[in-house]
């Protein structure tokens, strides 16, 4: 059995690809990028002994009724894992599709090109900030080197973030559910 605390704002994958399911602003999704950043030094340099997630994407990042990033390891489900779809944050595209083929090589083109990475933006999105795009940018580029060891390591992307971005990890931390009490009384129902 799993157990999972309620994430009611679904996955990261449904509000991106999902017409249905709310689209986020530039604001929530910075704060989801800052909080799964977060998350993911804390499991590779605070946890002893670390943990690596085995397949990080939008499907893995759950969020919260405030939208705060919530990242779960499902990878030990095969039929979920074969399920699941990675996604990009910024640009709402899918990992591979007919239209651009691989998204890393479809965001490599664009990165190398300064001019042209505000094409790379979800046209959903009515505003951002190109000082925060840059930096996002600048790190994607950093972690899609192809030999692993030129990659920076978690703390040096919460760094490099955190000099435009001022989300604290206090910030990016869910807020408690102001009907808190009301879930309590409604698990400990179930539990009778």
Same mark, same amino acid.
């Given at each position: &059995? &799993?157990?999972?605390? *309620?994430?009611?704002?679904?996955?990261?994958?449904?509000?991106?690809?999902?017409?249905?399911? +709310?689209? /986020?602003?530039?604001?929530?999704?910075?704060?989801?990028?800052?909080?799964?950043? *977060?998350?993911?030094?804390?499991?590779?340099?605070?946890?002893?002994?670390?943990?690596?997630?085995? $397949?990080?994407?939008?499907?893995?990042?759950?969020?919260?009724?405030? *939208?705060?990033?919530?990242?779960?390891?499902?990878?030990?489900?095969?039929?979920?894992?074969?399920?699941?779809?990675?996604?990009?944050?910024?640009?709402?595209?899918?990992?591979?599709?007919?239209?651009?083929? $691989?998204?890393?090589?479809?965001?490599?083109?664009? /990165?190398?090109?300064?001019?042209?990475?505000?094409?790379?933006?979800?046209?959903?999105l009515?505003s951002?900030?190109? $000082?925060?795009?840059d930096?996002?940018? +600048?790190?994607?580029?950093?972690?899609?080197?192809?030999?692993?060891?030129?990659?920076?390591?978690?703390?040096?992307?919460v760094?490099?973030?955190?000099?435009?971005?001022?989300?604290s990890?206090?910030?990016?931390?869910?807020? /408690?559910?102001?009907?808190?009490?009301?879930?309590?009384?409604?698990?400990?129902?179930?539990?009778?």
């Amino acid at each position: &059995m &799993m157990v999972f605390e *309620y994430a009611p704002n679904g996955t990261l994958f449904e509000h991106l690809h999902v017409k249905e399911v +709310e689209h /986020l602003d530039w604001n929530a999704r910075i704060r989801i990028i800052m909080g799964t950043a *977060y998350c993911l030094q804390y499991m590779h340099h605070d946890l002893n002994p670390p943990v690596a997630h085995a $397949n990080l994407n939008s499907t893995a990042i759950f969020l919260t009724d405030d *939208y705060a990033a919530k990242i779960a390891e499902i990878s030990f489900w095969s039929e979920a894992a074969a399920l699941s779809k990675t996604s990009e944050t910024i640009s709402g595209k899918l990992p591979n599709s007919e239209e651009q083929g $691989n998204l890393v090589n479809w965001a490599a083109e664009y /990165l190398n090109d300064k001019r042209s990475i505000s094409y790379m933006i979800d046209p959903t999105l009515k505003s951002f900030r190109n $000082n925060e795009l840059d930096v996002i940018c +600048e790190v994607i580029q950093e972690c899609i080197q192809p030999d692993p060891r030129q990659r920076p390591t978690m703390k040096d992307v919460v760094n490099k973030l955190r000099e435009v971005i001022a989300i604290s990890p206090d910030q990016a931390t869910p807020r /408690l559910s102001p009907l808190w009490w009301a879930e309590l009384e409604i698990l400990s129902v179930e539990a009778t």
